[in-house]
């Protein structure tokens, strides 16, 4: 089947809502071999090597990145009993006033520039970085130099160089559950301006899940750490399953084999579709389209946090609500939803 390189965009690869919660042997037959087709005769980073002929995970060949402090991680402070009971109900703090910002998956809040949040839209939507206040006046359009097939989340956090923070926008998107390695996109989180920018330093970090097929619309950078973790999106009510990749192992250009450390299990004809973890490293909040939920943290590697039960924290009815991040401060926090002027929810807890 010979195809052409605007067929094979991500925005003409992307399904209707109805296609993209199908198992995959109930997908259009044309659907699958359009993808099949695509999926041979383009190149992008996210394509895994010829070599690779089997499922068992593929070992890292890069090496570690130095190590970024000499003190090693310790626990944060607990989050106070009863966090989820401290929130108060959602409200609207602003409305978000770029047209550019159509399908918003993503958001960061920044703990470097005051009254900044960041946001990128779904597939199709180009490598766009769109920065804005709080209450939504726009504060630049940044273009990043790469290629993009499905950016779902983003999280801010730790990076190579001690003291700053990153931006790590996941290209890890899979509605077709067809790609073996994803990838994760990181840079330096920009100056707002609004002017707006190119930023041509762009990292990339392959991810290799354990076998191939998941598709996973969240993830987050731990800040005490600086493990990245991702969580996949099952069916409606399936187990959904947390993957770490180490900090030492996030190289630009290695191809990191995907750690399973969690897993927990969904409620009937819910979702997982954004994460975020506070500034602290001391909460981590999970979102459905229409639901919040909060585990708080037992341990350094998280495995005895996801084994618990999270706590469910208010949300408010948004169109397809995909995006989550904590202030900057505590554990109050934001969502959005997909939609052009989408408003930004802000849920606020008494413990801040």
Request: some cysteine; hydrophobic content about 40%; overall charge negative.
């Amino acid at each position: 089947m010979a195809v052409t390189s605007k067929q094979c965009h991500p925005k003409y690869l992307r399904p209707p809502l109805s296609l993209r919660r199908m198992r995959p042997n109930r997908i259009p037959v044309i659907a699958l071999l359009l993808l099949t087709a695509c999926s041979a005769s383009t190149t992008t980073t996210t394509t895994p090597p010829a070599e690779i002929t089997s499922l068992a995970p593929v070992p890292t060949t890069t090496t570690p990145a130095p190590p970024q402090t000499t003190v090693p991680p310790t626990l944060p402070p607990s989050a106070p009993a009863g966090l989820c009971r401290s929130y108060e109900d959602p409200v609207v703090v602003g409305t978000v006033g770029n047209p550019s910002v159509t399908e918003t998956s993503g958001i960061a809040v920044s703990r470097t520039h005051t009254d900044i949040i960041w946001m990128h839209n779904d597939s199709g939507g180009g490598p766009f970085l769109y920065a804005a206040t709080l209450s939504g006046e726009p504060m630049g359009t940044f273009e990043l130099a790469t290629e993009t097939f499905d950016w779902e989340d983003m999280s801010i956090g730790p990076g190579p160089e001690p003291g700053r923070d990153y931006l790590y926008i996941g290209d890890i998107g899979d509605n077709f559950n067809f790609r073996p390695v994803v990838v994760v996109h990181r840079i330096v989180e920009p100056v707002p301006d609004p002017a707006g920018g190119s930023i041509t330093e762009v990292e990339a970090i392959n991810l290799l899940y354990p076998d191939p097929g998941y598709d996973s619309e969240s993830l987050f950078v731990d800040p005490v750490t600086g493990d990245l973790f991702v969580i996949t999106k099952p069916e409606a009510g399936g187990v959904a399953l947390v993957f770490r990749a180490p900090a030492a192992s996030l190289v630009d250009g290695a191809t990191v084999s995907l750690e399973q450390v969690g897993s927990f299990q969904l409620e009937p004809g819910l979702f997982v579709t954004a994460a975020a973890m506070d500034t602290a490293g001391s909460v981590i909040g999970l979102r459905g389209y229409n639901e919040v939920w909060i585990w708080q943290r037992e341990d350094l590697s998280l495995v005895e946090t996801f084994a618990a039960e999270p706590c469910r924290a208010p949300s408010t009815a948004e169109v397809q609500g995909e995006a989550i991040a904590f202030a900057a401060d505590g554990y109050s926090y934001y969502t959005m939803s997909e939609g052009s002027d989408p408003d930004i929810n802000y849920v606020f807890s008494i413990f801040d």
